[in-house]
């Protein structure tokens, strides 16, 4: 059964700082690339990260220069390091992986999704 559980969320001061972290199993992820999303209440889902097991990455305008994701032993953890958060970035983060090799930017090119995390950021 694969399954992908998030942790590291939290409340935080706006400008501090979070780590998410992703940790999947049930498979060889070595082939997939491994994404972070985001939805705010009342919003829909969007795209926030993604790492492609080559080392290559993608960020949202949103985020750029702010977060930071990167890929651990066996490309089958994915971190998010979020800094000079925003109350904007209040959302439920979800980590998210697809076997598309060139960028997937949409929750409907994803194979696989764990069960989110909350971020609160308050002003």
């Known amino acids: 059964q694969v399954r992908l559980v998030e942790s590291g969320g939290g409340l935080v001061q706006a400008g501090g700082s979070l780590r998410l972290s992703c940790v999947a199993s049930?498979?060889?992820?070595?082939?997939?690339?491994m994404s972070w999303f985001r939805q705010a209440p009342g919003k829909e889902r969007e795209f926030v990260a993604t790492s492609w097991s080559g080392g290559s990455t993608f960020y949202a305008d949103s985020v750029k220069g702010r977060f930071t994701i990167s890929r651990g032993d066996a490309r089958k953890t994915v971190y998010l390091q979020m800094n000079s958060l925003k109350p904007e970035d209040t959302a439920v983060y979800y980590c998210?992986?697809?076997?598309?090799?060139?960028?997937?930017?949409?929750?409907?090119?994803?194979?696989?999704w764990g069960q989110g995390t909350q971020v609160t950021v308050s002003s």
């Open positions: 998210a992986a697809t076997d598309r090799h060139t960028l997937a930017s949409r929750s409907y090119e994803y194979d696989y």
């Open positions: 049930g498979r060889t992820f070595s082939g997939y690339a």
